[in-house]
């Protein structure tokens, strides 16, 4: 028999890569109609958030003139 050798594998802890090495990032390039959709959105955003603070705004005064009108709303109805 012959006689046993130590194993010619490269051990783990030699080709494990440095956790705390960082990846070049890739730095993104925009094109025109990506900015421009962009701005798009933001538009279609702020308008759609401004229409629903309006109604908030609009439903917040509504419930306040019947509060003043019919009194204070009581929750659950009458007690024994």
Avoid: F, Y
């Avoid at 958030?49 to 908030?56: A, D, G, H, Q, V």
Wanted: hydrophobic share 25%; aromatic share 2%; glycine share 4%.
């Amino acid at each position: 028999m012959s006689k046993q050798r130590l194993c010619h594998c490269t051990p783990a802890w030699v080709t494990e890569q440095d956790p705390v090495k960082k990846k070049k990032e890739i730095p993104i390039v925009h094109t025109q109609k990506d900015i421009h959709t962009q701005r798009v959105v933001r538009k279609e955003l702020k308008h759609v958030t401004t229409k629903i603070n309006s109604t908030l705004r609009k439903r917040t005064r509504e419930k306040n003139r019947n509060e003043i009108a019919t009194g204070p709303a009581r929750g659950g109805g009458s007690r024994l």
